[in-house]
């Protein structure tokens, strides 16, 4: 089934984007509208219905999975429109990021994308139309993988665009597929009950058998990935295999990119990181991110926030002795796999750092300082290691007071070792290295993209469409976006405030003229009530000082009235004014979308989006 409504890149990037924005359902719609201006030149002739997850959804499943995202239904029964856009949000908070080690580094995890089927068949169900529905994935980031793994494991969709996606894992999708399981576990003959098999078995093997299985999806797959984007460069790493038809773009062609870098790092270092992200991720699932740190390293993270200093120790050994034992021996057996670990990074640092200063990325000097300082955090992790083995050796004699002074001793030695650490990951979070990795980050963006796709006179800086007209021998750019807001809001404005001065006119109209005709019209009535009933009106006379009132009668009462007319009422001079300087804006508005019409005079289109952007 092939889509018809959104049929370009640079509309799918930009829709993508726009989840990213927090926006409410109708600022949503109208900026899905604005932007199909932009691009087409059109206005959009299909009605639009928003379903955003954390509003919609009732199934506690998607919630508790960390999924976000953002369904756009178009339909138009008369241009044959019925398209349905799931739009699943990339990382975004720790949540996501726990999900990321997880899913695609572990591969022991696939909630969020069972939650994105689960997003997609319940929108599915709300809209009832007649005619065939297209489904149609839209994502970056952890939503490819979360959009193309609902793909390959439900046939969520009928097709999957993503950018700068990361990419799918065969790992994840052994956990997750049976029928895949069952198909590798006869090709590789692994036992049934030892899944964790998979993870000794040749990388390049399962990347081929799973490219192989998975085939015949990978048509409706497509795919644009800048080459200098940091999820491309550990795209090569064991577990991931890309799928689809891709499109790579140099999005920065100052710097090589990372993907040689990264798949220089041998597979050795990556399988004991995987190993390491497993423990987490099978920690986690029972007691959190503390259970994780607990089954990794033994340490009860509770018991370390209550010390301050000696003292404070010695009150907390005394009163939780056993667990400060079991922690302590828990220590000496988990911190060497931990030092282990990171040895493979220090002895690969300089290899490793060397490409990053050979690529550009860094300095001779700064490579030195990140040396420098990693490896003084693998000696503050071989000291914690030293004084942990020395204090098992004094637990060993027997003595409770030599262990006592030790295990007091030692935890202030750790202690101390664990400050050391923060120093020097203060040091490398410097500003310069900060700006290295935004400089990074920014290749992971879908602005970057955007700008680097442009063609003919479009391009974009952001995610606003820039159009260059060409006077003479100079070029001039324009923001059409910027523009296209800035007529729609301005001649909103206006509209508001013709509103507002024409309430004023008629409030000026029912407050002060027609309430001096009724006052008018009250006097004129009392005035025939005491002429017509002058004997009603007898009390008069007391109240004038005629007394005695009953030898006296009122038989007549003639008012001789002079009514003045209303003075100093009229406003008309002031409003005036007011819509004068309504006028004067709205010309001025005018002015500047003509000056932008006759830069692109041979551009019908561009008087049309104007037009469009104000009935938004």
Same mark, same amino acid.
């Given at each position: ?82 398209? @349905?856009?799931? *739009? ?33 068949? /319940? ?14 994935? @839209? ?122 870098? +990264? ?18 991720? @099978?920690?986690?699932? /029972? ?9 990794? $390293? ?21 009163? =939780? ?54 490896? =003084? ?87 606003? +469409? ?19 807001? +800035? ?48 004997? $009603? ?5 007391? =109240? ?12 007549? *009462? ?21 819509? /004068? ?15 932008? /019409? ?19």
């Amino acid at each position: 089934m092939n889509e018809n409504l959104i049929s370009t890149n640079e509309m799918r990037l930009r829709l993508v984007d726009l989840e990213y924005k927090g926006l409410n359902e109708e600022d949503f719609k109208r900026s899905i509208k604005q932007i199909y201006i932009e691009e087409y030149g059109t206005q959009m002739n299909a009605n639009i219905v928003i379903f955003q997850s954390s509003t919609f959804s009732k199934i506690p499943d998607i919630k508790d999975s960390g999924y976000d995202g953002t369904a756009v239904h178009f339909y138009s029964e008369k241009e044959g429109i019925n398209e @349905l856009y799931v *739009i699943s949000q990339g990382t975004q908070d720790m949540k996501d990021w726990e999900y990321n080690i997880k899913a695609m580094f572990a591969g022991l995890d696939y909630a969020q994308a069972r939650a994105t089927n689960l997003f997609t068949v /319940e929108v599915k169900n709300r809209i009832k139309t007649k005619s065939e529905l297209s489904v149609i994935g @839209l994502s970056h980031s952890l939503a490819h993988n979360n959009n193309t793994t609902a793909h390959l494991l439900h046939d969520t969709f009928d097709k999957v665009y993503s950018v700068n996606g990361a990419q799918t894992n065969y790992y994840q999708l052994y956990y997750a597929d049976t029928d895949f399981a069952e198909e590798l576990n006869k090709r590789f003959t692994i036992p049934t009950y030892d899944q964790n098999a998979i993870y000794n078995l040749d990388p390049t093997q399962l990347q081929a058998f799973a490219t192989d299985y998975y085939a015949d999806k990978a048509d409706n797959i497509h795919q644009i990935i800048s080459l200098d984007d940091p999820l491309y460069a550990v795209s090569g790493a064991r577990g991931f295999f890309t799928l689809g038809e891709v499109e790579y773009i140099d999005t920065n062609p100052d710097y090589p990119g990372l993907r040689e870098i +990264m798949d220089d790092i041998p597979d050795y270092v990556v399988q004991d990181f995987q190993g390491l992200a497993i423990q987490y991720t @099978l920690a986690s699932k /029972e007691g959190g991110v503390n259970a994780a740190i607990y089954d990794i $390293l033994g340490a009860d993270m509770n018991l370390f926030s209550e010390i301050d200093g000696r003292w404070s120790m010695a009150k907390s050994y005394f009163t =939780k002795q056993s667990e400060w034992d079991t922690m302590i021996r828990n220590l000496n057996d988990n911190i060497p796999a931990l030092v282990s670990n990171i040895q493979t990074i220090t002895s690969n640092a300089d290899v490793i750092f060397g490409r990053f200063q050979e690529a550009g990325y860094i300095t001779g000097k700064q490579k030195q300082l990140l040396v420098t300082e990693i490896t =003084k955090i693998e000696n503050e992790l071989l000291g914690i290691q030293k004084t942990i083995e020395s204090n098992v050796g004094i637990r060993d004699m027997g003595d409770f007071y030599a262990q006592l002074g030790g295990d007091v001793g030692s935890i202030l030695k750790i202690i101390r070792h664990m400050d050391a650490i923060q120093e020097s990951l203060e040091t490398l979070n410097q500003e310069e290295f900060l700006e290295i990795l935004h400089r990074i980050a920014e290749s992971h963006s879908i602005q970057e993209i955007l700008e680097s796709i442009s063609a003919g006179n479009k391009s974009y800086i952001g995610t606003d +469409m820039v159009l260059t007209a060409s006077k003479g021998k100079k070029e001039i750019k324009v923001n059409m976006s910027a523009a296209l807001r +800035m007529y729609q809001k301005g001649t909103g404005v206006l509209q508001e405030k013709e509103f507002e001065i024409e309430k004023f006119s008629k409030a000026i109209e029912m407050e002060i003229m027609d309430a001096y005709k009724d006052e008018r019209r009250k006097v004129i009535q009392k005035i025939n009530d005491m002429e017509g009933n002058p004997r $009603l009106y007898h009390n008069l006379l007391a =109240k004038h000082g005629l007394y005695p009132t009953f030898t006296k009668r009122i038989t007549s *009462i003639r008012v001789h009235e002079v009514l003045y007319p209303l003075e100093q009422a009229d406003l008309d001079q002031e409003l005036h004014r007011l819509r /004068e300087t309504v006028e004067k804006a709205r010309l001025q508005i005018e002015n500047y979308r003509n000056a932008i /019409e006759s830069l692109f005079e041979e551009d019908e289109r561009i008087g049309k989006q104007f037009d469009l952007i104000r009935g938004l």
